[in-house]
């Protein structure tokens, strides 16, 4: 199995910068896409930016120009590097990846990790 620990998120004035942070252990043979969504209350789970094994990024058209995906492969980490924050941007944040174990290709998410900006 894969275990994705998130870490990073926190409270923060509007117009602020966070960084959020995931970790992959387990039995991962390799990774394919790893990437960020986040969850509003009430609202539908929704990509943010995601970052394919080439290092491809793709961003939300909400976060282009404030929010930055990098990747460390070796160490099968993901970061997410989010400025000039909008109390819109309060949600939960899930670390996403398509991982192959020797069970083959899964989809595995972290455990969230909560996002708050105040106006």
């Known amino acids: 199995q894969v275990q994705l620990v998130e870490s990073g998120g926190g409270l923060v004035q509007a117009g602020g910068s966070l960084r959020l942070s995931c970790v992959g252990s387990g039995s991962i043979f390799s990774v394919n896409a790893m990437g960020w969504y986040r969850q509003a209350p009430g609202k539908q789970r929704e990509m943010v930016s995601s970052i394919t094994s080439g290092g491809s990024t793709m961003y939300a058209e909400s976060v282009k120009g404030r929010f930055a995906i990098s990747r460390d492969a070796a160490k099968n980490t993901v970061s997410l590097q989010m400025n000039s924050l909008k109390p819109e941007d309060t949600a939960v944040y899930y670390c996403?990846?398509?991982?192959?174990?020797?069970?083959?290709?899964?989809?595995?998410w972290g455990q969230g990790t909560q996002v708050t900006v105040s106006s």
């Open positions: 996403n990846c398509n991982a192959r174990t020797q069970g083959g290709w899964g989809e595995y």
